[in-house]
């Protein structure tokens, strides 16, 4: 079995000490749980809800030499872990990335740019044109995406087409109302991406509020079935979720005697979905 742990975390624009001890000890104590991965939020180092984009390059540096980065390898080295986080990137064409990187004692393993930016994002970074790394570690194969791009069914797909057990996904959800009794739709659909491709998902989250911005706070890890193994949190506090995963249970995607996840797919019917435009199928009008 494989210890998969997600790191709720409290996070400050701007404030790279704190947030780089917030992450020490909440990697310390998730290896205290024996956890052969840690995955940590979104821009973890910088924090998230940046004033202007001259504010955020002033946060951000180069993969190489990049100090969270540095931090992670050598805090992978000492609790014998693997590290999957995201960060503030400075690209060496000069543009901003919104980025996630996997890191263990060796070094960093693969860094990843996020494709689909949300909201002001645009205003800040440049997307990625790459899909998510596949990470090949001792206990299994990873994939790891952020925020966003969990929402894009044909992302996960992508990932689990290339054989990924488990996706890593740094987050930072910001809140909002939602109806009595509901998840919310983010955790929904991260459930129903490890359901639909049946792969292991792990979401770390934000909490408290930074610049007026609050957080759904919802870090889970799913199983391939969609059911939550821990969390979804759902409340604004630090916190630190553990739980026992079967990687090699994500590699068999058959769902009854005659189904199977992958197998059952039609892809030649699926063109128009990633075409620009609609089938221009004939529309029946009711007589």
């Not at 205003?123 to 990625?128: E, K």
């Not at 890890?221 to 193994?229: F, Q, T």
Request: charged share 20%.
């Amino acid at each position: 079995m494989t210890t998969i742990a997600v790191c709720q975390l409290e996070l400050s624009i701007g404030d790279l000490a704190a947030n780089a001890a917030a992450t020490e000890r909440a990697v310390a104590q998730a290896a205290a749980q024996d956890a052969d991965l840690v995955v940590i939020p979104e821009l973890s180092d910088t924090g998230y809800v940046f004033a202007s984009a001259a504010e955020a390059r002033e946060l951000a540096s180069p993969v190489a030499g990049h100090p969270a980065l540095r931090r992670w390898q050598e805090l992978a080295g000492r609790h014998r872990t693997v590290i999957a986080g995201g960060f503030c990137e400075l690209g060496s064409d000069g543009l901003l990335y919104n980025s996630a990187a996997v890191v263990d004692e060796s070094g960093t393993l693969a860094v990843y740019r996020k494709a689909h930016l949300w909201d002001a994002e645009k205003l800040v970074f440049t997307p990625g044109s790459a899909p998510p790394p596949l990470v090949r570690l001792p206990f299994g194969t990873m994939a790891v995406m952020v925020c966003y791009d969990l929402e894009f069914p044909e992302w996960v797909r992508l990932a689990a087409l290339d054989g990924a057990d488990l996706i890593a996904a740094p987050v930072n959800w910001p809140g909002y109302l939602r109806p009595p009794g509901e998840r919310p739709a983010e955790v929904v659909k991260a459930q129903a991406a490890a359901a639909t491709n049946g792969v292991f998902v792990a979401v770390a989250d934000r909490c408290r509020t930074e610049r007026g911005v609050s957080w759904i706070s919802g870090s889970l890890i799913a199983a391939p079935e969609g059911y939550p193994l821990a969390g979804p949190v759902l409340e604004d506090r630090p916190v630190v979720l553990t739980a026992a995963c079967d990687l090699a249970r994500a590699r068999d995607k058959s769902v009854s005697g005659n189904n199977d996840l992958l197998a059952d797919r039609r892809p030649e019917l699926y063109g128009p979905v990633t075409g620009e435009h609609a089938t221009g199928q004939p529309v029946a009008d009711a007589r």
